[in-house]
């Protein structure tokens, strides 16, 4: 299975601010807790998450395998931004970075 782009997270300092922008942009969020506001559009997700806006938004990747696929990029050169984490029953997330330190988000299980 190739891993396909369905979501991108984008940090942002002020919650409800950023709220009100997407969701005059988007419409209603189908998700909306303190920790995390998501939205769908036509099937990709959006979402704004409380965190260091330095770092920039972060694309995801659906893989199969994120272990596999983590530990290939590790050996190809990537570097780790966030590890491993739980975020639904099925699905877990981390955060790599490239040599120029772009974000490389993996979700999968």
């Known amino acids: 299975m190739s891993p396909t782009i369905r979501s991108l997270v984008i940090p942002v300092s002020d919650l409800d601010a950023a709220k009100a922008v997407y969701t005059a942009l988007l419409g209603a969020p189908h998700t909306d807790q303190p920790y995390y ?17 330095a770092g920039g938004p972060v694309a995801y990747a659906d893989v199969e395998d994120l272990d596999a696929t983590r530990a290939t990029l590790l050996a190809a050169g990537v570097t780790e931004r966030s590890a491993p984490r739980q975020v639904a029953p099925e ?11 772009n974000p490389i988000g993996l979700r999968g299980r």
């Open 37 to 53: 506001v998501g939205y769908n559009v036509d099937g990709f997700e959006v979402g704004l998450a409380p965190g260091d806006v």
């Open 91 to 101: 699905a877990r997330v981390c955060v790599l970075a490239d040599a120029d330190g």
